[in-house]
């Protein structure tokens, strides 16, 4: 049978035939906020790059936490910045660090009623910027850097964190914090592993936002954007060294590689919605040339429906709220 018999235009007639077929749905419980908090603040400071996000201090971290709670947001991404930073990124592993600070503060406001995780990587804490310790002669030393984040792991989930995100893209990561945790008592503790996160110049609003101090670039650690397959084995590794979660960064350059990792593995997928996705949706929309509401929604539907069951975005707290008004 073909047209006029067959009609697909049937289904799509009302929005409420719509939303009764609708194959995707985004679920707050799904969305997880980044929110960042910086040391020495009194007042929440505007990130110029990030329109309507803030560095908390550590007052309005907590009143944001509860906010995100009350609507309905599955989790919340906790970055420090600190004052002062050093060449090992000291201020991350110190228990009264900032972000350790903070996940106090937060596990103390909110306790479980939603998922607390915590960036685990020395980037924003080291004075040159990058995400390891440096060798003499400049390189990201590998497994020295593994040993700071061992001891940043149990610090944080001293601190009370849920979820630990080591990020780095160091080999080895995942198996080195999670024997660390467990080995302190921390065996409840989930690791999130960013396991696919690539070289991407979509970082750039971020590094506004953590004050980074970024000398060269990652590349020799960060993957090519021209790789899928290299992607595929790095969630392999980190599945076997015993992540709970995995992590595609950025999101809507990469949902080819959210897909396959998705049918790759059995553990939750996750995908982080950058700064440079969220800045340009902004930037657009203050121009008048998108429909600001319509674009969020249709970006983040399209990250659920390429697999991502957990979605990392900027855009969490409010997109709960418009979820809730239309369903």
Not at 4 to 33: C, F, G, K, N, Q
Request: aromatic letters at 6%.
């Amino acid at each position: 049978m073909s047209y006029p018999e067959i009609r697909p235009r049937r289904l799509r007639r009302t929005a409420a035939m719509r939303r009764l077929v609708s194959e995707t749905r985004v679920d707050p419980a799904e969305l997880v906020v980044p929110m960042f908090v910086k040391e020495g603040l009194t007042e929440p400071r505007a990130v110029a790059s990030l329109p309507g996000v803030l560095q908390h201090s550590r007052d309005s971290l907590r009143k944001a936490a509860v906010e995100a709670v009350q609507a309905g947001v599955g989790g919340i991404m906790l970055f420090g910045v600190p004052a002062t930073r050093d060449e090992t990124g000291s201020g991350g592993i110190d228990p009264d660090g900032i972000l350790n600070v903070a996940i106090r503060d937060v596990i103390a406001e909110v306790g479980d009623a939603t998922v607390v995780m915590s960036d685990l990587c020395l980037d924003e804490f080291t004075s040159h910027g990058h995400c390891g310790v440096l060798t003499p002669d400049g390189d990201v030393d590998n497994d020295a850097t593994l040993a700071a984040y061992a001891r940043m792991a149990v610090a944080q989930a001293d601190a009370g964190v849920h979820v630990v995100g080591p990020s780095g893209m160091m080999d080895g990561q995942v198996g080195v914090v999670r024997r660390a945790l467990d080995a302190a008592g921390h065996q409840d503790v989930s690791v999130l592993a960013y396991a696919v996160k690539y070289a991407s110049a979509f970082f750039g609003p971020f590094r506004d936002a953590v004050e980074s101090a970024l000398e060269g670039d990652r590349r020799t650690y960060q993957q090519d954007p021209a790789n899928l397959r290299e992607s595929l084995r790095e969630v392999e590794l980190d599945v076997a060294e015993g992540a709970d979660m995995v992590m595609v960064k950025p999101a809507l350059p990469y949902l080819d590689v959210v897909a396959a990792v998705r049918a790759a593995v059995d553990v939750p997928v996750a995908a982080y919605q950058v700064s440079g996705e969220y800045a340009m949706v902004e930037a657009a929309a203050a121009n008048g040339w998108i429909d600001r509401e319509r674009t969020i929604m249709e970006t983040l539907t399209s990250i659920r429906r390429a697999g991502a069951q957990i979605i990392l975005t900027y855009w969490a707290v409010e997109a709960a709220q418009l979820l809730r008004q239309r369903y």
